[in-house]
């Protein structure tokens, strides 16, 4: 099974539900930056430039939970900044858990070590460690000598303590396909129970070059469909179908709606057109024709980063084909 049984309950019934209230628009995930401080400056990393005077500002747990609390998202990515620098983080974990949250920490790996004493293995806490290389390349992502080999460390010291171990990697132009593919190997060797892979985001102040356009996915992608059947890829076949360009899909910015100490940022976790100061203004207040692939945004024209078409895979499985693919996937 690719999800815990619980986790799939949850957020099945949580959709279930609001589809039958007829909710037009509701969260599955809430990605929650308690902070905006990291102690890395990645390069193709928007957060700390486009915060950059708001380093300091970081959410009070009681911030963190009124918000959980207005989207009722059953999934709650914590996430930054560095969420390892954020004080409050095992008090905030343990809350959450006691309202049965299922809990993504989202994490470079570099505090880790010093920190997993504090944090306690649980059936609802998933370490999602951020791995966009081999050695030579996420050095150089992260612009920090020896950031592969401590993470590497990070993650053998969380299967060791029992956590649930997934990765992220992010996909640039320069991904080497051959190096991506020993990556997964060498993941799966140290314990990883699970893949994330998604495209980057095209931010302006980084440079075109960096990153791939739409039409250029596919043919990458496609090359990578061996691996995602040799390994446990969390994204769903439906986003994977998407991405080598066998499939349209929708963008569902406001199923990972994004709470950080400015306020809930809008449209999406890739922009911000404006902050409000509560969930319901968010849903009510952002103009949502003006984003997505059917807008013509050109802003959105080139993204299929995971955390609006993922959420759009699932609801917009609409065919019994769809439907039994995501039946067999979950259980596979």
């Not at 969260?27 to 400056?41: A, Q």
């Not at 928007?46 to 915060?51: D, K, L, Q």
Request: proline share 5%; hydrophobic share 35%.
């Amino acid at each position: 099974m690719r999800f815990k049984p619980g986790l799939t309950a949850k957020v099945t019934k949580h959709i279930i539900s609001n589809k039958i209230k007829k909710n037009k628009r509701f969260s599955l995930v809430l990605m929650l930056e308690p902070t905006f401080m990291c102690n890395l400056s990645c390069e193709g990393c928007g957060r700390i430039r486009e915060y950059k005077r708001d380093l300091h500002k970081m959410l009070s747990v009681a911030e963190c939970l009124k918000a959980v609390e207005e989207c009722g998202a059953p999934i709650v990515s914590i996430c930054g900044g560095e969420p390892l620098v954020y004080p409050y983080l095992s008090e905030l974990i343990e809350k959450l858990t006691r309202r049965g949250k299922y809990i993504y920490l989202c994490t470079n790996g570099l505090l880790f070590k010093d920190k997993i004493d504090k944090l306690k293995p649980n059936g609802n806490l998933m370490i999602n460690f951020h791995v966009d290389g081999l050695e030579k390349t996420h050095d150089a992502i992260t612009g920090l000598k020896g950031a592969y080999a401590r993470v590497l460390g990070a993650i053998k010291s969380a299967k060791k303590k029992r956590f649930f171990v997934c990765t992220n990697t992010t996909i640039y132009k320069q991904t080497d396909i051959n190096e991506l593919k020993q990556l997964f190997k060498t993941l799966r060797g140290a314990g990883v129970d699970g893949f994330l892979i998604s495209p980057a985001y095209g931010y302006a102040h980084v440079g075109e070059s960096f990153f791939f356009r739409k039409s250029e996915l596919a043919d990458f992608f496609e090359k990578l469909e061996p691996e995602f059947r040799k390994y446990n890829f969390l994204g769903s076949p439906l986003y994977l179908e998407f991405v080598q360009g066998k499939r349209e899909l929708d963008c569902a910015p406001w199923a990972t709606p994004t709470r950080n100490p400015i306020g809930w940022r809008s449209p999406c976790y890739q922009l911000a057109d404006r902050h409000f100061s509560s969930y319901k203004e968010l849903i009510e207040k952002t103009d949502w024709k003006r984003y997505g692939p059917k807008s013509k945004n050109p802003r959105c024209a080139e993204c299929a980063v995971h955390c609006g078409f993922e959420p759009a895979s699932v609801l917009e499985g609409k065919s019994f084909r769809d439907i039994m693919t995501l039946i067999g996937w979950q259980f596979a």
